[in-house]
């Protein structure tokens, strides 16, 4: 059983920052990648931010240049860095992974993490 936990939301003002982790657990062989989305209330979950198992990095043309994701491979744990916040960053913020575990490969998710950006 593969499991990912989110941690490191909260309230901020505009212009703070936050760091997102999301640690994977369980019976894994291999992480191919690991993501970060994000939800606002009414609109679609979108893709923030993504690194493959070579460091390849792909982000939103909304947070390029100011949100930073990296993964420590030895702690299976992925990071998102978010720097001068704005009020559109508030959302929930999913972690999504794509992990070769005991049972096969598969696509997980996170509980997800509250990010709320407000003065």
């Known amino acids: 059983q593969v499991q990912l936990v989110e941690s490191g939301g909260g309230l901020v003002q505009p212009g703070g920052s936050l760091r997102l982790s999301c640690k994977a657990s369980?019976?894994?062989?291999?992480?191919?990648?690991m993501n970060w989305y994000r939800q606002a209330p009414g609109k679609q979950r979108e893709l923030v931010a993504g690194i493959t198992s070579t460091d390849s990095l792909k982000y939103a043309d909304s947070v390029k240049g100011r949100f930073t994701i990296s993964r420590d491979n030895a702690k299976n744990t992925v990071y998102l860095q978010m720097n001068s916040l704005k009020p559109e960053d508030t959302a929930v913020y999913y972690c999504?992974?794509?992990?070769?575990?005991?049972?096969?490969?598969?696509?997980?998710w996170g509980q997800g993490t509250q990010v709320t950006v407000s003065s």
């Open positions: 999504n992974s794509g992990i070769l575990s005991s049972i096969g490969l598969d696509d997980y």
């Open positions: 369980g019976s894994i062989k291999f992480i191919n990648f």
